[in-house]
């Protein structure tokens, strides 16, 4: 009896020293994952980040990333590389249950920038130590990604062309919710550009390739032309007063090979204003070109559209992407004297 006693006394002892290690590890380890991912972002060449907290969903099989920021030596402070508010990065059950452990990562207001006067691809980290870094964050691969109130930011010395409202998903990116196919990712996002257009964007991939193949459509409604003045500015040596634009197109790259087109529509287009164009730089001289930027404008206006329209192809390889200047030109006729495009996708890259 008292033997019987005494056993289960040892049991008991085991079980909750058991315990106390088992609340001793949990308590110790978000600080530990932290300190693991602080080093590993740290480690990515030519980059430095941190986590401000790192919080661990056991029953989940997930953790979960606060305050997280990767930025490039070169990089000014205001504009890090990626800023995320919370990374979610956890088992994706339903996967799971079909037999292939595989993840899912949920990003909460990511923000990505492109510094124009800092981007040196020659100086980018390898392909290897990106993946080094990913592999460390999330040991199993990613099959399903979803982003909320995300924004890409691109900034030259001009504009900062960007896309916010940024919401996107993306699934079976390892192929493992179908039979095989050519492109079994589903990728959408919507979101809103430079200007207030509407951007949506619906895509099928293959991201397990080395190079990954896609075709997708995207379309861009109602953006304030004005907003890249800035850009024009620098490149083309004029501005506008008004007008806006929608973009429609299809774009489809297999091994490397891209097919597609684009169509902008342009509307309410006012390229001169003399009392203010003239006080500019070039002055009267000024005023001439705008003036004469307006008039063919609105000669290849399609008279019951009341638009400016043209169809861009765009073909060739990834290391020579090319458009028809010509074809571009013909298109802007045609779309004013001829036939005036329709706006909308054409459903013609397959």
Known sequence: MWNWLRSLAVVY???AGLFIVLVIIRIMLPGLVKNYVNKKLNALPGYQGHVDDVDIALLRGAYVIEGMVLAKITDQPKYPFLKINRVDLSIEWKALLQGKLVGEV????????IIAATEDIDKEPSRESWAQTIDALMPIKVNRLIITNGRF???DAKTDLHIDDMNLTALNLRNVASAPAALPSSISMTGTSIGGGRITMDMKANVIKDLPDFNMNMRLKHADLTSL???LKEY???DIHRGTIDL???LKMIDGNFDGYIKPFIKNLKVLNVKKDVKKKGGIFNVAKKAVIGLFAKAVENPKTKKIATKVPVKG????LKTDGWKTFVGVLKNAFVKAFRQ???SEVN
Do not use: A, C, T
């Open 344 to 346: 909308g996708i054409d």
């Open 229 to 231: 003045n800035g850009l």
């Open 106 to 113: 949920q990003m909460q207001r990511p923000v990505i920038h």
């Open 236 to 238: 083309l040596k004029f």
């Open 13 to 15: 002892k085991v079980l």
């Open 153 to 155: 930011s691109y900034l």
């Open 317 to 320: 390889n990834i290391k020579n």
């Open 248 to 250: 429609y197109g299809e």
